[in-house]
């Protein structure tokens, strides 16, 4: 009997081990994550998160960091601490929101999401790296975009979740908002607009805006309702005009937002979220997944599922 019950638990212990290697989502669980971002280069995706501290209790978001984690085959990840911090911004005080990044001349330039201290209402910074894991410092010394720049909206987070994109023509874009999409170019140094603030005209767009090309297409992705479902528009170029395509991930469960990054990597597709699927987790406390989709014949994307597996490891031979 007692061979018997040694060889069932080390079955079980065995389907327990062989389980938890190949549950994938949430990524990470010694810390709660959201906001995803991603950025690839030389075969390694950089993946930047915001890093929910709040309590069981706290009554409201509490960010003070931005964490950013590498993998060479989207199923291991690496964590490489913290490279840029709320505190960067001496201007502001606080709220490392949703934040987003890209690379030109050789230097990263990071654009996030803070509270402004002396303007109220929250605002956009830029930091600035030779590496993609920091560390960064501020660019500017001052906000790139603050509440009385924009007055499309009487509230004080309008302006958040930052989303950098550059074209093949190498002009930059910053989109951004929350209940009203903004735009506007940049200059070539990153760090300033090259022209006005536009606006997007659509209906149910909430915030979370991304924007990615893909086979000559232009696809702007966002959160849209509340709670937030993930949706999407194609155009032919990076301000449209604008196709309303559909839903591509329903809303989650147990926390309001869900924030998409959409990538293509090692000749496949995949798009990051959060929800609050970890152990503990709930509307401040959420978990950063990912999942691989493919797009269809006709370009569009497909309605994607969260799942607990995620995606099968997709190892790259240039990942340094």
């Known amino acids: 009997m007692k061979n018997k019950l040694t060889t069932f638990a080390a079955v079980a212990l065995a389907g327990l081990a062989m389980g938890a290697a190949q549950a994938a989502n949430p ?36 960010l003070n960091e931005w964490r950013v984690y590498t993998s060479c085959d989207m199923k291991n990840w690496t964590d490489r601490g913290s490279p840029v911090q709320a505190s960067t911004f001496k201007w502001a005080r606080g709220h490392a929101w949703a934040a987003d990044i890209t690379k030109r001349d050789g230097k990263y330039y990071f654009y996030s999401t803070v509270d402004h201290a002396t303007i109220p209402g929250h605002a956009i910074g ?108 194609t155009g032919p170029s990076a301000t449209g005009p604008w196709h309303y395509r559909g839903v591509i991930m329903s809303k989650n469960a147990k926390v309001k937002t869900i924030h998409q990054a959409i990538i293509d990597f090692n000749g496949k597709s995949y798009i990051f979220y959060h929800n609050a699927k970890l152990p503990g987790g709930s509307e401040y406390r959420r978990s950063v997944a990912v999942e691989e989709f493919q797009y269809n014949a006709d370009g569009t994307i497909p309605f994607i599922k969260q799942t607990k597996e995620g995606p099968a490891a997709n190892p790259s031979a240039a990942c340094k």
């Open 126 to 233: 830029v930091a600035v790296s030779d590496s993609p894991t920091g560390p960064f410092v501020d660019a500017r010394g001052s906000a790139l975009v603050s509440n009385d720049m924009t007055l499309q909206s009487p509230i004080a987070w309008d302006d958040i979740d930052p989303a950098v994109f550059q074209d093949d023509d190498g002009q930059a874009y910053l989109y951004w908002g929350n209940t009203v999409l903004k735009y506007a170019k940049l200059k070539p140094n990153m760090i300033e607009f090259d022209g006005p603030i536009q606006t997007v005209g659509m209906d149910m767009f909430t915030e979370a805006s991304y924007l990615h090309k893909h086979n000559g297409t232009y696809y702007l992705s966002y959160s849209r309702n509340f709670p937030e479902e993930t949706a999407y528009m």
């Open 27 to 62: 990524l990470f669980t010694k810390l709660f994550t959201a906001d995803p971002s991603a950025y690839v280069e030389n075969g390694t995706v950089y993946l930047y998160v915001g890093h929910d501290e709040a309590t069981p209790k706290s009554p409201d978001y509490v």
